[in-house]
């Protein structure tokens, strides 16, 4: 018995091809219908005559208006009449040079008369008092406060300054007390100031804030 051949697996033999059938076409019954149909005759035109331009057809033309330019139109009407284009802007013109021409004739005029004025006005005599500069009498008021110490300042209230000073370790170290506020002493201060934060006064000034920080570290006077 004959085994089936395994699927998947292609023939032995040549694959076949298709077979295309080619069909020869009738000419010849198509032929044959237009022999049987009757001859068609020449067909004819009828030939009709145009007729020509009337002899009164120039007479009869009219002639057109002429176009009208209506911007023309316009800007003419808008021009009064009897009146030039130009001769308003010279009116203008000549207008505003007249009211400059009189206005400075009348700025000349004002400024003789306040010149005459002022020569007929009466000068004042030499005797007359002079108002008194009103004086202060009012002592200096230090910024820093009364009682304020500064470089070039002398007398006890400096010697009790430096004596204070000197208690201050690092401050005024071998520092004078001969009562005479100087540069080493303006050191001295604006020290104790930096170290202790001392704001109130000007650098190396012994003010307010700086006498009561200094005495509440060494005792009140």
């Known amino acids: 018995m004959p085994t089936p051949s395994d699927r998947g697996a ?32 020449a067909v004819g035109y009828e030939s009709i005559a145009l007729p020509g331009p009337p002899s009164e057809a120039e007479d009869a033309t009219q002639e057109l208006p002429p176009v009208m330019d209506h911007d023309r139109v316009r800007r003419s009407r808008d021009v009064p009449r009897g009146r030039v284009p130009g001769l308003r802007r010279t009116a203008i013109a000549a207008s505003v040079i007249a009211a400059a021409v009189i206005g400075f004739g009348c700025a000349l005029l004002l400024a003789g008369r306040g010149e005459s004025t002022a020569e007929a006005a009466p000068q004042p005599t030499a005797t007359a008092s002079a108002t008194p500069t009103p004086t202060s009498t009012a002592g200096a008021t230090d910024p820093d406060g009364p009682g ?13 300054l430096q004596e204070r000073l000197l208690r201050i370790p690092n401050v005024y170290d071998n520092g004078s007390t001969d009562g005479t506020y100087d540069t080493t002493l303006t050191a001295a201060v604006a020290r104790f100031q930096l170290w202790y934060g001392i704001r109130g006064d000007e650098d190396g000034v012994y003010g307010d804030d700086t006498r009561r920080d200094l005495e509440s570290r060494t005792g009140g006077g």
Not at 11 to 34: F, H, M, S, Y
């Open 148 to 160: 304020t110490l500064r470089e070039g300042d002398n007398g006890p209230e400096v010697t009790d």
């Open 10 to 41: 292609p023939p032995d033999g040549q694959p076949i091809e298709p077979i295309r059938v080619l069909r020869p076409r009738r000419t010849d019954a198509l032929a044959e219908l237009l022999k049987d149909l009757p001859p068609r005759g």
